[in-house]
């Protein structure tokens, strides 16, 4: 069974730094596209970053230039870097994968748990 988890958030001042960490686990042959979401209070789900399997990026656009999505295929492992952090990015953070079993091959889109990001000063 293949499982996804979020780590890394917390509380931080506004312009102070943050780096989430989503890993994934189980049999896993290999990650498509993975993406970095987040909720806040009254708003629709938004997307925040995204990252292809050939490494391209995507990003949104008040989050350009501060925040860096990375991955580590060999281990199964995806980073959300959050620079320069404001209040408006205050959210619960989850990551989402389209991971491919390495049982049968077939296509598992995962969500993680979450963590909770909070600027706050």
């Known amino acids: 069974q293949v499982q996804l988890v979020e780590s890394g958030g917390g509380l931080v001042q506004p312009g102070e730094s943050l780096l989430l960490s989503c890993t994934a686990s189980?049999?896993?042959?290999?990650?498509?596209?993975i993406t970095w979401y987040r909720r806040t209070p009254g708003k629709e789900r938004e997307l925040v970053a995204s990252?292809?399997?050939?490494?391209?990026?995507y990003y949104e656009h008040s989050v350009k230039g501060r925040f860096t999505i990375s991955r580590q295929n060999a281990y199964n492992m995806a980073y959300l870097q959050m620079n320069n952090l404001q209040r408006e990015d205050t959210a619960i953070y989850f990551c989402?994968?389209?991971?491919?079993?390495?049982?049968?091959?077939?296509?598992?889109?995962?969500w993680g748990q979450g963590t909770q990001v909070t600027v706050s000063s």
């Open positions: 189980g049999s896993i042959s290999h990650i498509d596209t």
């Open positions: 990252m292809s399997a050939s490494g391209i990026t």
């Open positions: 989402y994968a389209d991971v491919v079993d390495s049982m049968n091959r077939g296509h598992l889109k995962l």
